[in-house]
């Protein structure tokens, strides 16, 4: 394909303040997981962002102050010079593809509970933290000046960082969000006392920071565009509008985190088009928002019809840091959409670098030296490699090895898809199956890969085929028996027609007339999923769970409220904190997770949803038979996530004939003295 004159918009230089964007494509400030802790891994994902054509790449939230301090999770920070020093890193990353580099000055007030900095909390009240039973302290009028001077303090290191976006963050419920909340700010001061009073703190910063750094850099807010007063959007507008000469650059959202950070399950694209949309009037300054923008059409429209003058996103810069260059160069189908499952922003919570489904070498940059878009050749001639299982992981390793210009031949037993063709199947879940879409659109383009459907393998099969490279990708199944966290050995009684799969369920089957129980011993979204399926149908559905919440580990990936909501809104009984432990004809034994006292509910079909089984029988059958390699990848070698699935695969195919060297490390080193 050939570039696209009409995506030309989305191409234009736009200038913000003392500086000029080079297009309107804006890497929003997001959650990496790497923080001050991983600065070599942060600049260098940062950087390939910039490679990938982002005109303006920024920073995750990056405290002013030890009194910020949101350990466990990874913040960036300007502290000091040796953050200075970090920062640097990932700004020059940044401009080495000609990008700006920007920074979000954060001070989280009251929300942070400053487990590593054990310092008092501040905020205009006292209130619990986000995350421990302790409290902040009431800000008095020397802490504002202070807060005021660590502020310019931090956006000076950005200076001296060389960064060219500075922003002052007023929402998330952060401190100057805090400031603005009458529910949040009772005081009677001139920080409180009315809408001027809860704003000056915003205004101040605003103009500090301009004084500070205006010269070198644009200065830019990140606020929300509704009124906490209950004043509605109109006021919030207004104030907006107010305080536009302080500002170079609206980044705005809304409070709700759950649409702004929304998972595919619940929101689609350009969820926040209604709320923002009239921004860019009221201020009269450059806008940039989110949506989960994947199609440069959605975002040529949103160009066109003035809702926003940058294009932001966190998400799909994650999936594919190459998304703009794509668009420039007319490679529309080699875009590899988001699929909005937030494993990206689980791991930031887990308190590890980011990962991504869809894009395996998000924070492996630095760390293994994998490029999103390139994959070095194998050098000379190779023989082909033959692939059994054509589910993420199978595809994964065909597209990465074709692309090294090795042949493949991939055999799969039914359609291409595994796991992802089932799970798709799930309420809400039909953008999952983008991971398949964008390999088969790659594969076709691989001549020297071949995909046959409809090819089940035996050990014999494979021998037959003469061909001396094997990798197994056979996946794995869900266990009927019982096997999981609660019931390590299984339980004897989950035998016979009344227990059901999820696979079977997925692949068509129905329970038979009467109540179903789904044992969730696993805590991911599957049981609630086929609760919530199973439920829409019209049978009776009992959730159990050992957890006290149902899917208790989508805490993680933003989906566990609505999950809860969505089941009690469909009528499923919720068994929480119970344990399945047997099962007889009309019913389930429960036990409770706590007490181990036995009750007995009515179950016709138990759905068991405990572990997983690894496909790798023809893995062991093929073991020391001669072939020149063998490996097992995805979830034939270790159930997991489609992420693991995809990483493992990405990762086995670069390491084919060619040693890769141990992941790099970052972590302080005692100085020499
Ligand atoms: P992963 O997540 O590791 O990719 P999946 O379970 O999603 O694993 O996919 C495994 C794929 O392997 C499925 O599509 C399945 O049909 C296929 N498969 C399993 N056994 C065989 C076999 N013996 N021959 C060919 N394909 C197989
Ligand atoms: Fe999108 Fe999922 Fe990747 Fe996050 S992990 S960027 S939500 S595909």
């Given at each position: 394909m050939s570039p696209d004159p009409r995506y030309a918009p989305l191409f234009q230089p736009?200038?913000?303040?003392?500086?000029?964007?080079?297009?309107?494509?804006?890497?929003?400030?997001?959650?990496?997981?790497?923080?001050?802790?991983?600065?070599?891994?942060?600049?260098?994902?940062?950087?390939?962002?910039?490679?990938?054509?982002?005109?303006?790449?920024?920073?995750?939230?990056?405290?002013?102050?030890?009194?910020?301090?949101?350990?466990?999770?990874?913040?960036?920070?300007?502290?000091?010079?040796?953050?200075?020093?970090?920062?640097?890193?990932?700004?020059?990353?940044?401009?080495?593809?000609?990008?700006?580099?920007?920074?979000?000055?954060?001070?989280?007030?009251?929300?942070?509970?400053?487990?590593?900095?054990?310092?008092?909390?501040?905020?205009?009240?006292?209130?619990?933290?986000?995350?421990?039973?302790?409290?902040?302290?009431?800000?008095?009028?020397?802490?504002?000046?202070?807060?005021?001077?660590?502020?310019?303090?931090?956006?000076?290191?950005?200076?001296?960082?060389?960064?060219?976006?500075?922003?002052?963050?007023?929402?998330?419920?952060?401190?100057?969000?805090?400031?603005?909340?009458?529910?949040?700010?009772?005081?009677?001061?001139?920080?409180?006392?009315?809408?001027?009073?809860?704003?000056?703190?915003?205004?101040?910063?605003?103009?500090?920071?301009?004084?500070?750094?205006?010269?070198?850099?644009?200065?830019?807010?990140?606020?929300?565009?509704?009124?906490?007063?209950?004043?509605?959007?109109?006021?919030?507008?207004?104030?907006?509008?107010?305080?536009?000469?302080?500002?170079?650059?609206?980044?705005?959202?809304i409070p709700d985190y759950g649409v702004e950070m929304g998972p595919s399950r619940f929101v689609k694209e350009a969820a926040l088009e209604t709320h923002v949309g009239h921004i860019r009037k009221a201020t009269g300054k450059p806008v940039v928002s989110v949506g989960r923008f994947t199609s440069p059409d959605t975002m040529l429209s949103q160009l066109r019809r003035g809702i926003l003058d940058f294009i932001g996103a966190a998400r799909p810069s994650i999936a594919d840091p190459f998304l703009p260059a794509k668009i420039r160069d007319g490679r529309l189908d080699d875009i590899r959409e988001c699929i909005g499952c937030n494993i990206c922003y689980a791991h930031d919570g887990l308190g590890a670098p980011i990962r991504c489904t869809q894009n395996p070498t998000m924070g492996e940059e630095w760390r293994q030296g994998w490029h999103p878009d390139r994959v070095p050749a194998l050098i000379g001639q190779a023989d082909p490699v033959l692939i059994i299982g054509a589910g993420p992981a199978g595809l994964e390793a065909a597209v990465t090895l074709g692309q090294r210009g090795i042949p493949v031949v991939l055999a799969e037993a039914g359609e291409p898809g595994g796991r992802v063709t089932r799970e798709a199947r799930l309420p809400g879940l039909s953008e999952w199956g983008r991971v398949i879409d964008w390999r088969l659109t790659q594969i076709g383009k691989l001549s020297q890969v071949t995909l046959y459907p409809g090819s089940a393998m035996t050990a014999d099969d494979i021998r037959e085929t003469g061909l001396a490279h094997v990798m197994i990708a056979t996946g794995s199944l869900w266990r009927a028996d019982g096997r999981g966290r609660s019931n390590p050995g299984g339980v004897a009684s989950f035998s016979g027609p009344n227990i059901l799969t999820p696979d079977e369920v997925l692949n068509g089957a129905r329970p038979m007339q009467g109540p179903v129980v789904i044992f969730d011993d696993e805590g991911y979204h599957i049981a609630a999923g086929l609760a919530d399926l199973l439920a829409a149908e019209g049978h009776a559905v009992t959730y159990v769970s050992p957890a006290g919440t149902v899917a208790e580990w989508t805490t993680y990936t933003v989906e566990q409220t609505r999950l809860q909501a969505r089941l009690i809104e469909r009528g499923v009984s919720l068994k929480l904190g119970q344990i399945v432990t047997a099962l007889a004809p009309d019913s389930a034994t429960l036990a409770c997770a706590y007490t181990g006292r036995e009750t007995s509910i009515p179950c016709v079909t138990l759905i068991p949803v405990t572990s997983r089984e690894p496909q790798d029988a023809l893995y062991n059958a093929l073991q020391n038979k001669g072939l020149a390699t063998l490996r097992r990848i995805g979830d034939a070698r270790a159930p997991g996530l489609i992420a693991h699935a995809i990483h493992d695969a990405h990762g086995a195919a670069r390491a084919h004939l060619t040693a890769q060297p141990p992941p790099r490390r970052e972590r302080p080193i005692i100085a020499s003295s």
């Open positions: 736009l200038r913000i303040g003392p500086v000029t964007a080079p297009n309107r494509f804006w890497q929003v400030p997001h959650c990496s997981g790497m923080g001050n802790q991983h600065p070599a891994t942060l600049a260098a994902m940062r950087g390939i962002k910039a490679e990938g054509g982002w005109g303006v790449v920024n920073s995750e939230y990056c405290s002013i102050h030890p009194t910020s301090d949101d350990t466990p999770a990874p913040y960036a920070s300007l502290w000091d010079d040796g953050d200075t020093a970090n920062m640097a890193a990932m700004a020059e990353a940044v401009h080495s593809h000609g990008a700006l580099a920007g920074v979000e000055l954060w001070h989280g007030g009251g929300r942070s509970a400053n487990v590593l900095s054990r310092a008092a909390g501040l905020g205009p009240e006292s209130i619990l933290s986000d995350t421990a039973p302790w409290q902040n302290q009431r800000m008095d009028r020397q802490d504002i000046k202070d807060l005021r001077d660590w502020h310019r303090a931090a956006a000076l290191r950005a200076k001296a960082a060389d960064f060219d976006v500075v922003y002052v963050y007023a929402a998330h419920t952060y401190l100057l969000a805090q400031f603005l909340d009458p529910a949040l700010n009772a005081r009677a001061d001139d920080h409180g006392r009315d809408f001027d009073a809860r704003t000056r703190l915003i205004r101040d910063l605003l103009a500090d920071t301009r004084d500070a750094v205006g010269d070198r850099a644009a200065i830019a807010i990140r606020i929300e565009v509704t009124d906490e007063d209950g004043r509605g959007a109109e006021a919030r507008a207004e104030f907006l509008g107010q305080i536009a000469p302080l500002v170079d650059v609206f980044d705005v959202t």
